[in-house]
């Protein structure tokens, strides 16, 4: 046989396959992608190895539409392909109404574009579980996609997967517009007392009114008394927890009850191409929340959320650490962020560790704050060794650049108002209770618009220890404030700020800053302070003259402050 009719009999097998529908289906053989020029020994991640099995969901009994439930109809075709040891099942266009979903092993969900996977407002359909959320371990509703103990999980395709979240969550009435808010009460549920916030239901309100830590009742001990108020216990739309090699790759993921996606304790995971969407109103609506993952991808992504955007977690003070599972190993690149809380976060709740991140060609637009980390005394956790570049940030009514040891769950106007800084805390005595950050490198930002440039605090008894600034664009209000900071280098830097004050730097060690250039003229655009400091170096450039515009209180010892 020639070459010629090689290529005509290829050809007509391409055009036989191609008019064959799902028996042309491919499934997912377990590629592996290898890493370059990651400032970390990255491992290698394999994708999810899915058996040759293909069916879909209309084989099963299910009827598109959004008025049929097709609870059984997920579980029978899931069923089906994992008796034959696991498989692919096509979603095709259409409305298709369910309950929960269950995972198992070895399963590819494929959504067809046009496919809207909608999941029932019936909480009824959605029984409690034994679960984590925010770090702590709980009772919640199930998730309306869950799984546990798995290996080869793939989302896939361009279809949408919606939560129906907003029959679960409770609504500020600051966030809303007046009409807005109108409809929301008009569609039943119940107002708060002060006429502030909007409830689904009186045991919603019952539940959130309740003690607890912030959106967890620690305070009730038994799954009955979770029971009466389970109308509050909101899942994520996503758990998998304590699996290997899991994968998100096309579909948008939107509407969700609280976080959207929420990997937990997942070793390879895999998140690409996909959207992920929810109110910008909507409370603790996290984009995705990886949480004491290991080997970790994110990239060429879409958030456009009402809380965190990319959260990195590794659990919740005692817990978190008795857990003792940090998130390591993650390389996050090329997503967008269109609103959220933060771009990408690291904590609060990182008491298990944080270590080795990459993240890189991001571009956040109008988020709360922008490369956000956040801690408190109690947690403990070490969060070291990240690395960021090439981001550029727009209109971002806080910090461009974050670090916060003092963090509280404070609202965007509460931040503005007290600054974001603790500026006189006492220490107290070191721990493992104790958290750390160190070793993070920061290079080639732009930042055009915030409210503060950078934020830099530490905790008296254990500093932000060695961070690097270098090659930063930024415009802003406020400049830099660096407080309770050891070890800290910036270099190559144009600052635009309307603020005179420029640096503001407490209780600072070891910290060299030189290459600026901008409007940094006034005779107090730095401004040292603090019996802790200890050698600082200045280094003036042909555009700016510290030794000029640098004012060095009495508090300062004396020869801390070079010129």
């Known amino acids: 046989m020639n070459t010629k009719t090689i290529s005509q009999l290829l050809v007509i097998i391409t055009l036989f396959c191609t008019g064959c529908g799902q028996q042309a289906e491919t499934t997912l053989s377990g590629s592996t992608l290898s890493f370059n020029n990651i400032e970390f020994e990255m491992p290698a991640i394999p994708e999810p190895t899915i058996p040759d099995n293909v069916v879909n969901l209309t084989d099963f009994g299910a009827v598109s539409g959004g008025q049929v439930l097709n609870t059984n109809a ?7 392909v994992s008796e034959k040891g696991g498989g692919k099942i096509i979603i095709p266009a259409g409305i298709w109404l369910t309950g929960p979903i269950i995972l198992k092993s070895n399963l590819e969900l494929y959504t067809e574009a046009g496919a809207l996977v909608l999941f029932s407002r019936n909480k009824h359909l959605y029984p409690l579980v034994s679960t984590s959320f925010e770090g702590l371990d709980t009772w919640r509703c199930i998730s309306p996609i869950y799984g546990t103990n798995l290996e080869n999980i793939a989302f896939t395709g361009k279809g949408v997967w919606d939560g129906s979240g ?3 969550r409770a609504v500020k009435r600051s966030k809303l517009t007046d009409s807005q808010w109108k409809n929301f009460v008009q569609s039943g549920g119940v107002v708060s007392d002060d006429q502030r916030i909007w409830y689904p239901s009186e045991q919603f309100k019952t539940g959130y009114e309740g003690s607890g830590d912030q959106n967890v009742r620690d305070d009730l001990k ?5 029971e009466a108020v389970r109308d509050y216990l909101r899942p994520v739309m996503v758990s998998i927890q304590n699996s290997k090699n899991v994968m998100f790759d096309g579909p948008a993921f939107q509407n969700s009850p609280a976080w959207c996606l929420h990997p937990l304790m997942v070793e390879n995971l895999i998140v690409r191409n996909v959207t992920v969407r929810n109110p910008w109103y909507s409370q603790n609506g996290d984009g995705i929340d990886v949480e004491s993952c290991k080997n970790v991808l994110v990239e060429n992504s879409n958030f456009d959320v009402g809380d965190d955007a990319i959260c990195i977690k590794s659990g919740k003070d005692e817990q978190g650490r008795k857990r003792g599972i940090p998130c390591e190993n993650l390389v996050i690149r090329n997503n967008i962020v269109y609103h959220g809380h933060g771009g990408v976060t690291v904590g609060s709740e990182m008491s298990g560790g944080v270590r080795n991140m990459h993240v ?3 571009t956040f637009m109008g988020t709360d704050v922008g490369l956000r980390f956040k801690s408190n005394r109690g947690r403990g956790g070490v969060v070291e060794n990240i690395f960021v570049s090439n981001v550029w940030m727009t209109d971002i009514p806080t910090n461009a650049i974050s670090f916060n040891l003092y963090y509280g769950g404070q609202s965007i106007s509460e931040m503005l108002e007290s600054g974001g800084a603790t500026k006189n805390s006492e220490k107290v005595p070191v721990s493992e209770k104790t958290p750390q950050f160190k070793n993070i490198s920061i290079h080639d930002v732009t930042v055009k618009g915030a409210n503060q440039a950078v934020f830099l605090q530490g905790l008296p008894e254990m500093n932000l220890e060695n961070v690097e600034l270098k090659n930063l664009k930024l415009q802003a209000e406020n400049g830099f404030a660096i ?5 800290i280098k910036i270099s190559n830097i144009s600052l635009i700020t309307k603020n005179e004050n420029a640096f503001e730097m407490i209780n600072c060690k070891n910290v060299e800053i030189k290459e600026i250039e901008g409007n940094i003229n006034s005779e107090t655009a730095v401004t040292i302070t603090g019996s802790e400091s200890e050698n600082i170096s200045l280094i003036s450039s042909s ?3 510290f030794s000029k515009s640098t ?6 010892p004396s020869g801390a402050v070079k010129l």
């Open 166 to 168: 907003d029959a679960w």
């Open 551 to 556: 004012k060095v209180d009495n508090s300062v």
């Open 483 to 487: 407080i309770d900071a050891n070890g």
């Open 360 to 362: 890189s060609n991001c």
């Open 74 to 80: 997920f579980a029978d075709a899931i069923d089906a």
């Open 222 to 226: 038994t799954k009955e008394d979770f």
């Open 543 to 545: 555009e700016v003259d």
